[in-house]
């Protein structure tokens, strides 16, 4: 079974300040994405990696930054943090076209 | 452009009732289909999947959907629901010629009558 496992699982934030999250997964799986969700409007690909040490913009990037310093870890930095950017942060995986998500992050920016 | 339609925002049924999420796909290539399951606070969790071959998947929890090429659609049905499916469902298109491309639907909240 595929593990995603996410950090922290909640987390309030002061507009203007760094925030982090972090991913782990253990399958070894080559794609690691990360979503955002938000009332109405389903899962959003912020950015996503194949490989280790390389990402790429997803749907609404602005805002992110993504970092894969392994094949395991996938790290999504909110440098200067809004108010817009409160959502709750999925992390997944994806082999043979199946996605594994983790239990989300739920960031509140204040 | 590749889509998924899930025309229904919210649907309402009571325990024991058969149920219907429809799904509607818009790709001209071969399409990877999934219904996932989303609970409350939760990541979401595979129901069930569509490669090939016979249309009608079965999934968890009694869950089955059918896939369609001629109406681009891959409904999921349930014969009788529990307050316990009471979530959010996904149905996502993966594209076979775009390793990274997964489509979300929006989702569809059942909400289960007890």
């Known amino acids: 079974e595929a593990a995603v496992t996410q950090s922290p699982r909640s987390k309030v934030a002061v507009t203007g300040g760094k925030v982090t999250l972090s991913c782990h997964q253990t399958?070894?799986?080559?794609?690691m994405y990360w979503y955002r969700q938000d009332t109405g409007h389903g899962l959003r690909l912020i950015h996503y990696?194949?490989?280790?040490?390389?990402?790429e913009k997803g749907d609404i990037p602005d805002g992110y930054k993504a970092s894969r310093p392994s094949q395991e870890n996938f790290s999504l930095i909110l440098e200067l943090a809004s108010l817009s950017q409160t959502a709750v942060y999925f992390c997944?995986?994806?082999?043979?076209?199946?996605?594994?998500f983790g239990k989300g992050t739920r960031l509140t920016v204040v | 452009a590749q889509s998924v339609t899930q025309p229904d925002a919210r649907v309402t049924v009571s325990e024991g009732a058969s149920l219907q999420l429809r799904c509607k796909y818009s790709y001209s290539g071969t399409p990877y289909l999934f219904w996932y399951v989303q609970y409350p606070r939760q990541g979401l969790q595979l129901l069930l999947k569509y490669y090939s071959g016979d249309p009608v998947v079965q999934g968890v929890n009694g869950f089955e959907a059918e896939f369609s090429k001629s109406n681009s659609s891959f409904h999921l049905r349930k014969a009788s629901v529990h307050w316990s499916d009471s979530a959010v469902y996904f149905c996502v298109l993966s594209l076979d010629t775009n390793a990274y491309k997964v489509i979300f639907g929006k989702g569809t909240h059942l909400h289960v009558l007890p």
């Open positions: 990696s194949y490989v280790a040490d390389s990402t």
């Open positions: 399958n070894n799986h080559d794609y």
């Open positions: 997944a995986s994806m082999e043979n076209t199946e996605v594994f």
